[in-house]
Structure formats: structure tokens, C-alpha cells
């Protein structure tokens, strides 16, 4: 019966349903005196819709799609390969050089009238010959942002960057860990000792770019951006030739200065995106090496697994704090409560 009453559903043209949900909206709006201008909105909306069907058509029509849950990404599973796309093998380089993982987190701490404390931490997981080997984290690190700029870590930040973080909590987290993270990567690469330095995220993002003109000082030391998410993942159609790989496998994307490949290093493992700097051999070599020197679960790397777990503030670690913080600085602590619930109460049909 539900079946059935969702193809009925379904078989209502979706234009239909938007434009009356439109009109709804401004019915429901209690008698004025004037709703021209909702009216006028209301039209413009319509015909907003209506340019991103014809669009739509030619866009999407036919296409894959991947629906996000309540927001979150998520991955896709596919059913067929694409004969065309051809993965390389990865094959074990049984040579030993420490792969050394680095991950890094920043919270919220508290605010001030014009400015916001931030704490950062970083981790360091180290593997070698399969195993992880050591492990290492610095922090806290205390962060306070205001309109006379960064105190507590060096940055070279304008005046328009600052006052993008002070208007946003969630970017100036990302620049402060991208900062402090980069600083460790950049040690990392200084090593004379050969190094597989590995970084959570891409070394391509638009938004807090890794500098990707290594000065490197092992004579083979190599930068890999590791990323859990990215469209390519959702886009490329060797992605589903690795999926059905049966054993460790890759498919170069972009051959430029900065390598791009989706790998899977295990035969049960995952689909990831790579971003390779700074190498000296050819980029089999380097996947060889590194699947040789880790380990993998579900083909992610557990030296950046341990790093992405030593760098993670605990609820226990955020009290503990905002206890030192209010004692080191004798700050007097406001009483709170929760804005959103009480102004919006807690309705729990929304997606």
C-alpha cells in the first residue's frame, strides 16, 4: 500500500507541487494590507525554478546521483564497471621508509566582546615495514582572534582574512588547524631523513591550500594528501574499475606538478583520493611504498587513523580547559543558555 501511494507520488509533476508549496506560503501568511512585494518574490522564485528545470534537463537528466543524508556526504557503491578505465596495480616496494601522519583539530573555546579563544592540536602517527611504529601530538595550543589579529601563533593573515574568521567560528577553526598542521608538515619535509609525509585532506582545496612548492630536505621526501571525501570519488568512472579491483590498484587523474589519483590499497578496502607532491620517482613507486610501510583498514592508512585519534579534544579535555583558561586569565564566566531551542523550540520533523 505505501508502495503504491508513493508511485502516485511520484507521478505528480514536481513543478506542480513546488509552484503550490509556493503558493502556500503565501496564502498561509495572515491578512495585510499589501503582499504585492511576497507576490513579486513569490513569481521570481517560480521562474528561478522554472530556468533551473530547462537547465536541469541537459544537467542532470540520466545522471548518477547521490543523495546526502540529513547533509552528510556519503559514498557510493556501484553496481557496474566501466570497461574503458583501466586501474594500474599497486605492488608492495619492499624498501623500509617511515610513513609519518599528520592530523590536526581545533575547537571553540569561548568568546570575548570582540574576539573568540580557539584551542589546536596535532598529532603525528608513525609506520614503517606494515606497522605503526610511534606517535606523537603537541598541543594544546591556545588561539585568540580579535580585530588586532592572531596571538598565540604566527600567521601572515590581512586584515580582510581576519575579518572572515571573526565572522565565522567554522572557518577560523579550518585556517588555525590548516596553519598549524602545515607547520609540522613543513618540519616533516625539512627531514634529511626520507620521509612519506601524509596529510588529511587534499592538497588542491581552494580554502586553506597546503603550499605545494615542497622544499624538501630528504633527497626523497614526498608530500600525500590523503582525502575522505571528494567529488571525484562521486564523478570519475575508475571508480567503480577499483571498487571491483581484486587487489590494490590505481588510476592516474592529473599528471601536473601536484599527481592526482583515486588508489585502493586493499582487495576489501575503499576508494580514496590522493594528491601527490614533491615526488622523485614514478607515482606506482610511491603508492608501492607506502602500502609496503603501513597498514590499511578498509584501505585508509593507520598511521593517519592514529593521528586523527591522539588529535581529537575529548569532552573531559574541553572542561579541563575552560577550567585552566578561567584561572590563567581570571576571566569572570558568563551564565548561558541555549539560544536555538528556546527561540525555535524543539521541533524534530525537519531533515
Known amino acids: 500500500m505505501l508502495v503504491a501511494n508513493m508511485r502516485n507520488i511520484y507521478r505528480l509533476p514536481f513543478l506542480l507541487l513546488l509552484v503550490a508549496n509556493m503558493d502556500s506560503s503565501i496564502i498561509s501568511i495572515p491578512d495585510l494590507d499589501d503582499l504585492e512585494s511576497l507576490d513579486s518574490i513569490a513569481k521570481e522564485f517560480r521562474e528561478g525554478f522554472e530556468e533551473l528545470a530547462q537547465s536541469a534537463e ?20 556501484f553496481e557496474e564497471t566501466d570497461a574503458a578505465q583501466v586501474p594500474g596495480c599497486i605492488i608492495p616496494i ?56 592572531m596571538t598565540g601563533l604566527r600567521s601572515n593573515l590581512s586584515s580582510a582574512e581576519m575579518s572572515l574568521l571573526l565572522a565565522d567560528h567554522a572557518i577560523a577553526e579550518r585556517v588555525v588547524r590548516n596553519i598549524v598542521e602545515g607547520r609540522i608538515v613543513e618540519s616533516l619535509l625539512a627531514s634529511e631523513q626520507d620521509l612519506i609525509v601524509v596529510a588529511d585532506g587534499s592538497l588542491k582545496h581552494p580554502f586553506g591550500q597546503r603550499q605545494t612548492s615542497l622544499a624538501v630536505g630528504g633527497s626523497r621526501n614526498c608530500l600525500i594528501g590523503f582525502s575522505k571525501s571528494s567529488t571525484l570519488i562521486v564523478s570519475e568512472g ?4 577499483l571498487s571491483k579491483s581484486t587487489g590494490a590498484a590505481y588510476y592516474l587523474l592529473d599528471s601536473g606538478s601536484v599527481k592526482t589519483v583515486l588508489a585502493k590499497f586493499t582487495s ?13 620517482e614514478p607515482v606506482e613507486n610511491t603508492l608501492g611504498r607506502l602500502l609496503w610501510n603501513d597498514s590499511f583498514s578498509a584501505g585508509y592508512p593507520e598511521s593517519l587513523k592514529a593521528a586523527h585519534h591522539l588529535s581529537v579534544f575529548s569532552k573531559a579535555e574541553d572542561q579541563a580547559l575552560k577550567a585552566f583558561v578561567t584561572k590563567k586569565f581570571r576571566l569572570r564566566q558568563l551564565p548561558t543558555f541555549t539560544l536555538r531551542t528556546i527561540a525555535l523550540g524543539s521541533f524534530k520533523g525537519g531533515a
Open 58 to 77: 541537459k544537467e542532470l537528466a540520466g545522471r548518477s546521483f547521490i543523495f546526502s543524508r540529513y547533509g552528510k556526504q556519503l559514498y557510493p557503491y
Open 94 to 149: 619492499k624498501e623500509g621508509r617511515p610513513v609519518a601522519s599528520v592530523d590536526s583539530t581545533c575547537v571553540l573555546i569561548g568568546e570575548t566582546t570582540d574576539g573568540a579563544l580557539y584551542a589546536a592540536r596535532t598529532a603525528v602517527g608513525i609506520s614503517r615495514e606494515g606497522a605503526l611504529r610511534r606517535f606523537f601530538r603537541l598541543g594544546p595550543i591556545l588561539v585568540y582572534l580579535s580585530a588586532s589579529g
Open 238 to 241: 575508475a571508480v567503480a574499475s
Open 268 to 280: 576489501d578496502g575503499l576508494v580514496f583520493r590522493l594528491d601527490l607532491a614533491g615526488l622523485r
